[in-house]
């Protein structure tokens, strides 16, 4: 069998079918394109899901027209000039193979115009082959056409999916584009209709909340962390909004939009046990990395990326996670309605008229719950301002309203006047201050400095207490209450290295298999810091005389095997840390159960162990251990305010 040298066109199909997977795959690359063009402005059109039309243009610097012909071949790019500069890549390009692989596989057109240039160029390319190359009049920026993608490769094209679904990734990957530079303002256009368009402004929670809408918007924790030559910023989403996919962790690596293991696992760790088993966070992450410990050059896609050290990285996420939620407010709202939906009015008869002090009531709890989505400052230009000329805050509650304002120069926005904060809050703020305690969120129940002001109101079920505070009903379910201040007496016990064992009379017997033995041995000095006191019996028989005086009413012999049967599943490869944490989970078997009616006593006891914590909000599984009802919403589910 005879070597062939491949001609130049089989050459850039084969290597267009790396880069070019689908529609998305070209709208990825002229986008990325825009963005390093220093575009401010990017319009991304499509019909029939991109397989008949697609249209990305910008407002960025342009091409001169003596390098537009040179733009299409293979290996062409203004990003990089020695193998050195992949060393410190700031760009989203760099390959240089992203027009050639597109003018391969479509009937391409581009219309660009440099700022000093007084025409613009227009350059065909029909499946590689130059069709029209001449001047016309153009604005500032470029814009690439690629119509009838795989259209002289029917083999690659019949694997297309269906018109919707190939417009569902293209517009998943527009989504990312304007998550990851919320500074660019995207348009997303789909058969000739809108879909979204963000503003360009450079804030980040506006494009969460267009994108997402108000439920997410209004659950999420800033973040900004420096560290060690990194950076991270963003927003990360409080528990109640978790999904069962990682599909909602949003995260780019110097402006790339990027899937990586080590920073989802650095996310989700930090959460640790806010999140419940088989949930996810909803995140974006804007992370700062010094490029050159970073490598983007694995894969034509440059989706995935190395870093030079990924533990560093690692550990520096999942601190910053760790401390953007800690001490924030977590204790879930509940409704007695559907979300989005109101009661029904009885038919036939009118509501009777709210009465006047219910009135006056209802408006000032909305004023102090409601939440300012798209909110803008003192300072801005143009008539998108925030304020009224009486320096008023202006406050829309959705982007529709946003906009009209924002065209007609209307402040008619509902207005929310800055109140001054009481001499008591200042006293509680100075308070959590000094025990390092923040909890800035715009309810404060667990504030330890309101402990004295909870009314404990009852049981019901035998399972939760009800405790009145500030207008509003708290529900506590005793025995996630009781897991979660078990489990962090047992940890606060562990980091101060004051573990109590007590002695188990008569010992408990374990009889290990040869694998279960040999990693009780590997860790036997981490079981012995937690408070146990484990000894070899003979054969394959060990002694259990003691355990941390946390687990000695609930602690059989067959409960420690299980925990070592776990670590033996982890292949071998556990550390300590999962000794403690399987260990402080236990903690569950101690806690009370439900059906358990506790007394009076019992209850203000555990409820103040409960505020003493400082994240008191979950259990060690992630199950909430409050969640709060207000007294607005009652009083509208009773008719007494609509």
């Not at 009076?600 to 909000?617: C, N, R, T």
Request: aromatic share 6%; with cysteine.
């Amino acid at each position: 069998m005879g070597i062939n040298i491949l001609d130049n066109d089989t050459i850039n199909k084969i290597a267009a079918g790396e880069v070019v997977e689908r529609p998305a795959s070209i709208v990825k690359e002229l986008t990325e394109n825009a963005i390093d063009a220093d575009a401010s402005a990017v319009t991304i059109e499509i019909r029939d899901g991109g397989q008949a039309l697609i249209r990305v243009t910008d407002n960025g610097c342009g091409i001169p027209k003596e390098d537009v012909r040179n733009a299409f071949l293979r290996h062409a790019t203004s990003k990089i000039s020695t193998a050195e500069d992949l060393k410190e890549i700031r760009s989203l390009g760099f390959r240089g193979e992203a027009l050639s692989s597109i003018a391969a596989v479509c009937r391409t057109e581009i219309i660009t115009k440099t700022r000093a240039a007084l025409t613009g160029t227009r350059y065909v390319v029909d499946g590689g082959v130059e069709k029209a190359f001449e001047e016309v009049g153009a604005p500032e920026g470029t814009t690439v056409i690629a119509r009838d993608i795989f259209f002289h490769t029917p083999v690659r094209r019949k694997f297309l999916k269906s018109p919707a679904t190939e417009a569902a990734h293209v517009a998943e990957l527009a989504e990312q584009l304007a998550l990851s530079h919320p500074e660019v303002s995207i348009r997303f256009i789909v058969n000739g209709q809108s879909r979204f368009h963000t503003n360009g402004s450079g804030r980040l929670k506006e494009v969460i909340y267009q994108l997402y809408g108000r439920e997410i918007a209004n659950a999420l924790i800033e973040i900004d962390t420096s560290q060690g030559g990194y950076r991270v910023r963003g927003f990360l989403g409080k528990p109640e909004v978790s999904r069962g996919s990682r599909a909602l962790e949003h995260y780019c690596v110097n402006g790339r939009y990027i899937k990586s293991g080590i920073i989802a696992k650095a996310i989700e760790d930090g959460y640790g046990n806010l999140m419940m088993q088989h949930s996810f966070p909803f995140c974006v992450l804007l992370i700062d990395i010094d490029p050159a410990a970073v490598d983007v050059n694995v894969h034509p896609t440059k989706r995935e990326i190395r870093f030079s050290d990924s533990q560093a990285v690692y550990d520096f996420l999942k601190m910053a996670v760790e401390r953007a939620l800690k001490g924030k407010e977590l204790i879930r709202d509940v409704s007695l309605a559907p979300a989005g939906k109101t009661a029904q009015k009885p038919a036939g008869r009118q509501p009777r008229p709210a009465e006047p002090f219910e009135t006056k009531r209802a408006a000032l709890e909305e004023k102090r719950t409601a939440g300012s989505i798209i909110r803008e400052t003192a300072g801005d230009s143009g008539e998108r301002s925030g304020r009224s000329p009486e320096n008023r805050e202006i406050a829309w509650s959705t982007p529709e309203e946003y906009k009209s304002a924002a065209e007609t120069g209307s402040q008619t926005g509902r207005t929310v006047l800055p109140e001054k904060p009481r001499k008591n809050e200042e006293k509680q703020a100075e308070t959590q201050a000094a025990a390092g305690i923040d909890r800035t969120g715009q309810y404060s129940f667990l504030d330890p400095a309101h402990r004295a002001e909870v009314r404990l109101a009852g049981e019901v079920f035998g399972t939760y207490w009800i405790a009145e505070w500030n207008d509003a009903m708290y529900i506590i379910d005793q025995h996630a209450a009781h897991e979660k201040v078990n489990y962090e007496r047992f940890m606060k016990a562990w980091k101060e290295q004051s573990v109590v064992s007590q002695q188990l009379l008569p010992p408990a017997m374990l009889t290990l298999s040869d694998r279960e033995a040999a990693l009780l041995e590997r860790h036997m000095e981490s079981f012995s810091s937690l408070g146990y006191e484990i000894e070899h019996f003979g054969g394959h028989e060990y002694a259990v005389r003691a355990v941390p005086d946390l687990l000695p009413s609930v602690m059989k012999g067959e409960l420690l095997k299980e925990m070592i049967g776990s670590l033996s599943e982890e292949g071998g490869s556990a550390v300590p840390t999962l000794i403690i944490e399987k260990t402080a989970s236990m903690s569950c078997k101690a806690a009370v159960k439900g059906n358990t009616s506790l007394s009076a006593g019992e209850a203000e006891k555990l409820l103040d162990e409960l505020f003493a914590l400082e994240d008191p909000y979950n259990c060690p599984h992630g199950r909430p251990t409050i969640i709060r009802l207000t007294r607005s919403e009652l009083d509208r589910r009773f008719r007494r305010v609509l």
